[in-house]
């Protein structure tokens, strides 16, 4: 692998660290690029170790010599100094109090404001502070500093001018020279005690190479400029061996996803394939994710906050329990994902929002049971969530605690979940884990500040650290570095492109700390006070920018990204001619690597239309197999072979199903009471409706029973009341029919046909008065008997029910839609003469059926026939019987890919003619 040039030139410092100067950088970044650089230089001279030239960090420099006056037993050194996640909780403790929502984003501002006011060297004493500082602000800080005080801490920034007076003491040893390299700002607090700290302190120019290639390129948008800059950046790596790219981008840490997506479509399209592992990739990015957003610690949190759940009534969030049943962070999710899936699936069958732990565990056994596993020394998922339970609930989860504590409760939560599972972690989830355990230790340092706190608290206190913890994963390096605007200050490269400076967001606006007055913010030219600084510090770092490389690059998109508004360049780079792109690539990665997978392989459709034969004698789902294979074999096949039912949608209230079986079991209720119609006729309009009411609110009490805390009692009693009042007309027109008995409600029963045994449920059966048979079944949607006819009968179940209630198919009579909604309540039906207003005689159906009812009944015989024989078959095709069918496939049609039918077809077709002329050849 040919050796990259470092990214930073030695020899522009060369002198300082041959004289033992002390050179002092903004950020590690550049710092380790000059070291790196430095190794480089003296492999060049021969020289095989060398001693590691005074570079530093500005802050670890001053971190240093604190220790060093430690080590001297300095009276002020006996004062901790405090970190960022402690001051952060104290701020937000002081502002919590402030009336807005955002009680962290304030905190943010306050503590910005203090930490301003100290660095320009401005009085911070609450009776010293300027006049115009806002009166809530002096309150916030007067209760900082006294908190400080109570925990004998002080502030970064008061460390450094202990050190500034160390240094003009004498107490510290004064350095001969520190050069500064790299700062585009530094505030009048750091130059003061960096001026005590030197006989000389001076300020590094910014290299002033001239470039060979100097361009401005404008494009689209947004996303079209860094897809060029991609291709640009593959094309300039394969051209040439030795390249050092910069990418800067002013906003990277709001569009990192964006430009990497760009980047990964270029240089690695085939990491887009869902079985590619994780892998370093060939780029490197100087902008982290935070901690908390990475899966394997996004996910931990979540199980941390299983455990705010306060007692055997608590509920979870659905959707939220779903996503940890389905990490691959706990237990060992290979074995277990079998069992996991078939938990979730039925948790969202439930339709509710939230799922109380009782539920949960109940399932989980079921479950269990129904798929034990043959190796019994294996760890079972209702084990985890048993012990869970009994940990969970303990005395110890329900009190307050120091977080060094709840760390140790965390970390047992954990190991009884078996986190982060059995599965190996990859390179960066190991590397996360590492950084989770220094999470951990940081957390444990708020014990001074955060006192004892609740386990709910604690959660989020942790969570919210993890989230300000950047996560940069270890790379090795790379010819392409992507920067942040200021990360690439200082370092040299051989090509380099700045891109997204328009007018808009360069110079930056203004946005001074609203906490303090604007006037003492511009009179101290502190940071983003004014249009004028914001301008002084674009233009530095342009200037830096546009002598950093050979070749040069600056871009811009024409348009916002949604086209409508026009984007012009920024005023500092438009005096750079604006060209077309010198370099363009050869060719689109993500295009040469789908082009790949198509000369990769030979791609052949498979007719799928038919599936093994089904072998067994019981089948699954009554009569609704018949239903799903006339609208849809292969939504049959999924559904009732596959076992892959669409899912519940969860909703607020009582659902349409939940509904549909209050009035069924009303009604069942009702009739099993009354047995016939002379009971009904018999009772006065009081007692009726006595009844009614009281069945009614059985029914709806055994749902509320499932899901307590959805269905409050206005919400049950006013579905109650509806309820009452349908069953109240539709039993108003029961009473006009002839004389009848009901001998069968919501009656289980298993039948043979065709040989095959099914699980049904018939609403209702009436005996008439001349002893045949009228089946019911109650519909509150729509209805139509037109479902009944043609070759695949959409609703097959009361034919279905004609054909095997009675042994005799010509005791049964008729079958009819019992039509119970607000708009439409009436009998819809069939019959073998004159049964009931709304049930029509067969001899006078204009259906296509045939005119007598025997007739009839064979004719369903021969299409359920039909529809059974076709599943048993295995027939799966994709074809939908109608446009009301498809609409409400759901899922189904992601699975069959109906929609890309057309499309599969015709590549399949233009791939058959281009062999064709292959061979022809």
């Known amino acids: 692998m040919t050796k990259l040039p470092p990214l930073f030139d030695i020899q522009r410092i060369l002198p300082y660290i041959q004289a033992d100067g002390l050179v002092l950088t903004p950020n590690n970044r550049l710092r380790s690029k000059i070291l790196q650089a430095w190794g480089d230089y003296q492999q060049t001279q021969g ?71 100290v660095r320009w060297n401005q009085p911070v004493n609450p009776q010293a502070l300027d006049k115009d500082i806002n009166p809530q602000l002096v309150e916030w800080i007067k209760h900082f500093q006294q908190r400080l005080k109570q925990l004998n801490t002080i502030t970064a920034e008061e460390s450094y001018r202990i050190i500034g007076e160390a240094f003009e003491q004498d107490q510290l040893s004064q350095e001969s020279d520190i050069y500064l390299l790299g700062f585009d700002d530094l505030s009048p607090l750091y130059k003061e005690q960096l001026e005590k700290a030197s006989v000389n302190l001076t300020t590094l120019a910014s290299p002033n190479y001239t470039p060979k290639t100097l361009q401005r390129v404008e494009f689209d948008n947004s996303d079209a400029e860094m897809q060029a800059a991609a291709q640009w950046a593959r094309t300039t790596v394969e051209q040439q061996a030795d390249v050092r790219i910069g990418i800067i981008v002013p906003n990277l840490g709001q569009c990192r996803q964006q430009v990497e997506r760009a980047f990964i479509s270029e240089f690695e399209a085939h990491s887009f394939n869902p079985t590619t592992e994780r892998y370093t990739l060939p780029f490197n990015f100087s902008a982290g994710t935070p901690l908390g957003d990475t899966p394997l610690i996004a996910a931990t949190l979540q199980l941390l906050k299983l455990q705010e759940q306060r007692g055997r009534s608590q509920e979870w969030d659905t959707e939220y329990l779903v996503h940890c049943l ?247 780079i438009s005096d750079i001619p604006l060209t077309e792109l010198t370099t363009q690539a050869t060719d689109d990665g993500l295009e040469n690597w789908y082009h790949s997978l198509q000369n990769s392989r030979d791609l052949e459709l498979i007719d799928c239309a038919d599936a093994p034969a089904f072998t067994g004698n019981q089948l699954v789902g009554g009569a609704g197999l018949f239903k799903s294979q006339a609208e849809n074999p292969f939504d049959s096949f999924v559904k009732y072979r596959l076992g892959a039912p669409l899912p519940i949608d969860a909703v607020n209230g009582f659902s349409h199903i939940e509904k549909g079986h209050i009035l069924h079991n009303g009604l069942a209720a009702i009739w099993q009471q009354l047995k016939n119609q002379e009971s009904l006729l018999a009772l006065s309009d009081t007692a009726l409706a006595e009844l009614i009411t009281e069945q009614v609110n059985i029914a709806i009490s055994d749902i509320k029973r499932h899901k307590p805390k959805h269905l409050s009692d206005p919400l049950c009693k006013i579905e109650s009341e509806r309820q009452s009042q349908l069953i109240t007309q539709w039993l108003a027109l029961e009473k006009k029919r002839p004389p009848f008995t ?44 037109n479902a009944w006819k043609g070759e695949r009968p959409k609703e097959p179940q009361l034919p279905l029910y004609a054909l095997t209630y009675s042994e005799n198919v010509n005791e049964v009579k008729g079958i009819s839609f019992a039509q119970i909604n607000v708009a439409d309540q009436h009998f819809k039906g069939l019959g073998d003469g004159d049964i009931a207003s709304g049930i029509n005689p067969i001899e006078k159906n204009k259906m296509g059926l045939p005119n007598t009812w025997e007739s009839t009944i064979a004719h369903w015989q021969q299409k359920l026939d039909s529809l059974l024989n076709e599943f048993t078959q295995g027939d799966c095709r994709i074809e939908y019987l109608d446009e009301i069918a498809k609409t409400y496939a759901g899922d189904y049609l992601r699975i069959n890919r109906f929609h890309e039918a057309e499309a599969i077809e015709k590549y399949h077709n233009a791939s058959q003619n281009k062999q064709k002329e292959i061979n022809s050849i």
């Open 47 to 117: 020289v095989s170790v060398w001693a590691t030239p005074r570079i530093q960090v500005i802050e670890h420099w001053f971190t240093q010599q604190w220790q060093q006056l430690q080590a001297q037993g300095h009276s002020a050194t006996t004062q901790t100094i405090i970190n960022g996640e402690q001051q952060r909780v104290i701020w937000e403790s002081i502002t919590a109090d402030c009336g807005l929502m955002q009680v962290d984003a304030v905190a943010k501002q306050a503590a910005n404001a203090l930490t301003t006011l």
């Open 742 to 785: 009901v001998v069968a409600i919501e009656e289980a029963r298993t039948i043979t046909f065709n040989g095959m045994n099914i699980n049904i449920r018939i609403d209702r059966v009436d005996q008439l008065q001349d002893g045949r048979y009228l089946i019911i079944d109650y519909k509150t949607g729509k209805s139509n008997i």
């Open 326 to 572: 389905l990490s691959p962070f706990w237990g060992n999710y290979t074995s277990e994902l079998e069992r996991r899936t078939a938990l979730v699936s039925k948790l969202q069958s439930l339709g509710t929002f939230t799922i109380s732990g009782d539920t949960l565990r109940y399932w989980a056994e079921k479950i269990e049971s129904k798929l034990n596993s043959a190796n019994e020394n294996e760890r079972r998922l209702f084990d985890y969530l048993n012990q869970f339970h009994q940990f969970s609930t303990s005395t110890i989860n329900k009190g307050k605690h120091l977080p060094s504590r709840w760390i140790e409760i965390f970390l047992q939560q954990l190991d009884i979940l078996q986190w982060p599972g059995e599965r190996t972690p990859d390179s960066q989830e190991y590397q996360q884990t590492q950084l989770w355990y220094q999470l951990l230790e940081s957390f444990a340092g708020l014990d001074s500040v955060l006192n004892a706190v609740d386990n709910n608290t604690a959660i989020q206190q942790l969570q919210s650290m993890a989230n300000h913890m950047p996560f940069q994963a270890k790379v090795p390096d790379s010819p392409i570095q992507i920067l942040g605007i200021l990360e690439g200050a200082g370092l040299h490269f051989s090509h380099c492109w700045v891109m997204g400076l328009h007018q808009q967001v360069w110079p930056p606006a203004p946005s001074p700390n609203s906490l303090l007055p604007i006037r003492l913010q511009r009179e101290h030219n502190m940071p983003h006070a004014s249009s004028l600084r914001e301008l002084a510090y674009a233009q530095s770092l342009t200037d830096n920018y546009r002598h950093c490389a050979d070749t040069i690059i600056f871009s811009t998109p024409a348009h916002e990204d949604d086209g409508e508004q026009r984007l012009l360049a920024s005023q500092l």
